[in-house]
């Protein structure tokens, strides 16, 4: 009989429902559903559709079912930082809010009267966002939602939850709060109690592999069958970490999409000043190991080009950028994490004036705008590889890229020009390739995380 492992896999934009089974020592990997997810405004914040989510997730279940084709276990990763809060009769306290709603404008300045940044980071290695859990959280605390919340779950834990009716708190994506210790790998309570947040809110944390309970009464009635429910990694670049096949030391990844996070994988916390200052963070993966990376800004401004020029009745698609990227005649190059191309107006004029401002070619044609772009990226991923090593110690001459980026080819040729290192491209699907891995060692069908990465290799 053929065990199949369901990775319910959600990122910003879209989710997708991806199958997988072994087959002659070989993953393979059939998407089954996908639907379009995206932060909605309501009163003037930005906010998860949740309900639609775990809709969606039910019509998935329920094509599996359609297809004979009954998971022996699932897991959800979705993106970091965002939460739902339950009051004592586990209903919704206040809306989901996204990492991009402005809510948090000034709440660094509220966490920083009680602890000095520096402070911060040499307690937590996680770098300074403003969307932050923490900083999210004092905006709760000064609207009033923390009066009534009894419990706290990220957004996969809340929609396992919704499977299951199990509240757990799992490690990789709770790390990215900044409210855990990265050396007992728990909620760092006094850091919790100091900042005025309720430290009953935040449960147990669960490593991913942990095994959390089978469908609820109700959920096996409206799908049609029952399932095991195991935490994978559930912050997405986690699960992707999970899936980079090349295990020797001297690899660095990049888990390519709209954002581009670069580093390496270590086994203790890296909390140092040099860190702190070139913003790496110490986000937690799997098996105890630390996912010390840099936060770039990746595909997504190719991304809002592109769209741009589909809104202008220019149908390209990536590839062909990439191609006309690669014939393109110019030299210029942008800042990519420069903050004025974090939510522009129009990408393109942002990066027509950061060139023009720069005293540089003003790219014009689609291809010369990819190729900035392009160009930039590399830029920025050998500053990182610099910063990385500097800070490590330790040398590095590939560089793994998975996910989506992993596609564009002239981007990874650029990469190992730029920085002079050997590129492995794939795989693509990483992140949900990394949930089903988790799920196959905690079935016993695969012998642990290294015996994965060999089988994808």
């Known amino acids: 009989m053929t065990n199949y492992y369901l990775a319910v896999d959600i990122g910003a934009s879209s989710g997708r429902h991806m199958l997988a089974h072994l087959e002659e020592g070989k993953v393979v990997l059939e998407e089954i559903h996908r639907f379009s997810n995206g932060m ?249 190991r630390f996912r010390f990376l840099k936060n770039i800004m990746g595909l997504w401004m190719i991304q809002s080009v592109r769209n741009e020029l589909i809104a202008a009745g220019q149908e390209y698609s990536f590839a062909e950028l990439c191609n006309l990227a690669e014939q393109a005649k110019i030299d210029a190059f942008v800042d990519a994490n420069d903050d004025c191309f974090l939510a522009p107006k129009s990408m393109i004029e942002a990066v027509k004036e950061y060139c023009r401002s720069h005293g540089q070619d003003e790219p014009q044609t689609p291809g010369e705008l990819a190729k900035v772009i392009y160009q930039s990226l590399a830029i920025c991923y050998r500053k990182a590889c610099k910063e990385v090593e500097a800070i490590t110690g330790k040398h590095f001459d590939t560089i793994n890229v998975v996910g989506g980026g992993s596609k564009a080819g002239y981007l990874n040729k650029l990469t190992a020009e730029t920085t002079g290192k050997n590129v492995i491209a794939g795989p693509s699907e990483a992140t949900a390739l990394g949930n089903i891995g988790a799920q196959m060692v905690s079935a016993g069908e695969v012998a642990g995380l290294k015996a994965f990465r060999k089988l994808l290799a």
């Open 40 to 288: 909605i405004e309501v009163d003037g914040h930005k906010r998860w559709d949740i309900e639609e989510l775990f809709r969606q997730m039910i019509i998935g279940l329920k094509k599996c079912k359609e297809l004979g084709k009954i998971p022996t276990s699932m897991g959800i990763d979705t993106w970091a930082v965002d939460y739902v809060l339950l009051d004592e009769n586990d209903n919704v306290v206040r809306p989901c809010f996204g990492y991009r709603d402005s809510r948090t404008a000034g709440m660094d300045e509220e966490v920083y009267k009680i602890i000095p940044e520096d402070k911060l980071y040499e307690r937590t290695g996680i770098q300074k966002a403003i969307f932050n859990t923490i900083y999210q959280l004092m905006a709760d605390k000064k609207a009033g939602y923390l009066k009534d919340a009894k419990s706290f779950l990220m957004v996969p834990d809340y929609l396992h939850y919704l499977l299951t009716g199990v509240k757990s708190n799992e490690y990789t994506n709770c790390s990215t709060t900044q409210l855990l210790n990265p050396d007992t790998k728990e909620w760092d309570y006094e850091l919790i109690e100091m900042l005025g947040f309720n430290k009953d809110l935040f449960g147990e944390i669960k490593q991913p592999g942990t095994f959390i309970g089978a469908f609820s009464d109700s959920v096996k009635a409206e799908v049609g069958f029952d399932c095991k429910v195991v935490l994978p990694p559930t912050h997405d670049t986690a699960s992707a970490v999970f899936a980079v096949p090349n295990t020797s030391d001297n690899v660095l990844y990049i888990s390519s999409g709209t954002w581009s996070l670069l580093g390496s994988e270590n086994m203790e916390a890296i909390c140092t000043k040099e860190a702190m200052e070139a913003n790496f963070t110490n986000e937690g993966g799997y098996d105890g």
